[in-house]
């Protein structure tokens, strides 16, 4: 049994409203109409996770969508852990992001995490427990208006934070499509860098697809090394190349995880500096549990292998005792 998040509709937001805002932000994408270069920003309507809790369970899976022997096998995966929430580092819909096929990629194995669910594959959640981040081949369909649409996700639903027990989590939007910008000096990087730093929670979460360190076949992302320890961050993850990585750098750990379900996995090429794990043989995800003073986070294989494993600790914060 799951408990359920508290759920807030900023604003009173329905459904049919922000299908409209959608619609509207679409509109608003330069190159899409002569209309001008706007688009929503994180602050606009939409719905907060605020899940209070000890602990929290998280799978996390990358590079994931695309139908197959592979992707059910980390779903399989995934369900075995029974955790309270799936985040996600991009490419949840391969190869174009199109409507005609996000449900087959995603509701078939993932359907029980998704609220609402209106999809064919079987009754989905009660609330909400999967919250993607895009990537470039969601970005393939302008908008990218069929995720969006299919999802609904916090804030402007392209990036967003929740929060989930001893966990606040924010999903970037690293794509260079991304309305609110992917550099440092960007609306979204503005965003970030503000909530990240006014957070209360115990451990900060920054999750995307482009990683800025990797020793695959893309390489580094350079444009996303935002000072993110700088701003709070504990930890940092991302996809794009196919295979897993963990990198130390400047005291943070950066993972790559894009070992979720496409079949095509990437070579490994020169280990970047900082490069502690490389692994390419199996697809598989991570299962991420925290409490407020320690935060474990594991690579698994599908067979059930455990490739890396990285604990962080802090020393639990004690109420006063009141004087006699």
């Known amino acids: 049994m ?88 991009g490419d949840n819909n391969y190869p174009d992001g199109r409507a005609s096929t996000i449900d087959e990629n995603v509701g078939q194995y993932y359907h029980s ?63 260079p499509q991304e309305p609110d910008g992917n550099t440092i000096d960007s609306e979204q990087a503005r965003w970030l860098r503000e909530h990240m730093s006014a957070s209360a929670l115990p451990w900060q979460v920054v999750y995307m697809h482009h990683p800025p360190y990797s020793s695959g076949d893309h390489g580094s992302s350079r444009g996303m090394r935002w000072p993110f320890a700088q701003w709070g961050a504990d930890v940092v993850m991302s996809g794009h190349d196919h295979h897993y990585e963990r990198i130390e750098r400047d005291g943070l750990p950066y993972f790559v995880n894009g070992l979720g379900g496409n079949p095509n996995r990437y070579s490994l090429r020169r280990p970047v500096p900082g490069s502690m794990v490389r692994f390419r043989d199996a697809h598989g995800a991570m299962l991420v549990e925290a409490t407020p003073d320690r935060l474990e986070l594991r690579f698994v294989t599908v067979s059930g292998e455990e490739i890396d494993s990285r604990v962080i600790t802090r020393d639990p914060v004690l109420a006063p005792v009141p004087e006699p």
Do not use: K
């Not at 999802?151 to 392209?158: A, D, M, S, V």
């Open 113 to 175: 995490f998704i609220a609402p669910y209106v999809g064919r594959f079987g009754p989905g959640a009660d609330t909400n427990r999967f919250f993607p981040s895009l990537g470039n081949h969601d970005w393939r369909t302008p908008g990218p208006w069929p995720h969006l649409d299919y999802f609904t996700l916090p804030g402007n639903e392209r990036y967003y934070e929740l929060q989930w027990g001893p966990l606040h989590l924010f999903a970037v939007d690293s794509d």
């Open 2 to 89: 799951h408990s359920s998040p508290s759920w807030r509709i900023l604003g009173g937001v329905s459904e049919a409203r922000r299908r409209g805002v959608v619609t509207a932000w679409l509109l608003l994408v330069p190159g899409l109409c002569a209309c001008g270069p706007a688009g929503a920003t994180a602050s606009e309507p939409g719905v907060a996770v605020e899940h209070p809790g000890e602990r929290v369970r998280m799978a996390v899976i990358g590079d994931y969508g695309l139908a197959g022997p592979d992707a059910e096998a980390v779903a399989e995966l995934v369900r075995s852990w029974s955790p309270d929430l799936v985040i996600t580092l």
